[in-house]
């Protein structure tokens, strides 16, 4: 695993150390100016930092939602123009897995 220190971490996001090491004491992680990083405790405070911000953390989200944007040129005649932009927005949710529920037994007598 790639190790860095905090000092880099910080050059690196543009961020001061002394934010740095409130946010990994806060995420209960406790650093060192002068100490290194793992991997796992930079996905810990990514992890803590995106609950803090409303998110789920490391979840999957439950929906997605894509935007794309198209623009044409209509030719009105000799030197008339027109440019037409179309926006298309579609959102996905991801489906609600019913494994936990268990359907009730029926008895014939």
């Excluded at 405070?45 to 989200?61: C, N, R, V």
Aim: glycine share 4%.
């Amino acid at each position: 695993m790639a190790e860095v220190s905090i000092e880099k971490l910080a050059a690196d996001i543009g961020t001061s150390v002394d934010r740095l090491v409130k946010q990994f004491k806060d995420a209960d992680i406790v650093k060192a100016a002068n100490e290194n990083v793992t991997e796992d405790e930079k996905r810990q405070l990514l992890d803590y930092l995106s609950k803090q911000h409303g998110g789920t953390g490391s979840e999957a989200p439950k929906r997605m939602t894509l935007q794309r944007k198209t623009t044409s040129t209509l030719n009105m005649g000799k030197s008339k123009a027109v440019t037409v932009e179309v926006r298309k927005k579609r959102t996905y949710v991801k489906p609600v897995s019913y494994t936990h529920l268990t359907l009730p037994t029926i008895y014939s007598v």
